[in-house]
Nanobody, 116 residues
């Protein structure tokens, strides 16, 4: 099993920045993809960014430029840096891990609220 714990969310004014963290523990040897998703009130969960075991990153087209995903393999962490926050970024942000046999693991989420 894999456990994911997110942190770093909070209330921030528009234009500010946040860095979300995801700590990974458990059976990590089979993980090959880490992703951040978000879910705004009344909306479906959407993919924000992904990073594979080789360090290649991908982003949702509409979010390119303000979001940066990175990983610290030595400390089993994945980060999401969000700059120039907008009220529409308000959502619960979830860390996701996918294994080589396509199992998905989720964290409990961290709330990001952006005030205008």
């Amino acid at each position: 099993q894999v456990q994911l714990v997110e942190s770093g969310g909070g209330l921030v004014q528009a234009g500010g920045s946040l860095r979300l963290s995801c700590v990974i523990s458990g059976s990590m040897f089979s993980l090959n993809l880490m992703r951040w998703y978000r879910q705004a009130p009344g909306k479906e969960r959407e993919l924000v960014a992904a990073i594979n075991s080789g360090g290649t990153t991908t982003y949702a087209e509409a979010l390119k430029g303000r979001f940066t995903i990175s990983r610290d393999n030595a400390n089993n962490k994945v980060y999401l840096q969000i700059n120039s926050l907008k009220p529409e970024d308000t959502a619960v942000y979830y860390c996701n891990a996918r294994s080589t046999n396509l199992m998905n693991f989720w964290g409990q989420g961290t709330q990001v609220t952006v005030s205008s």
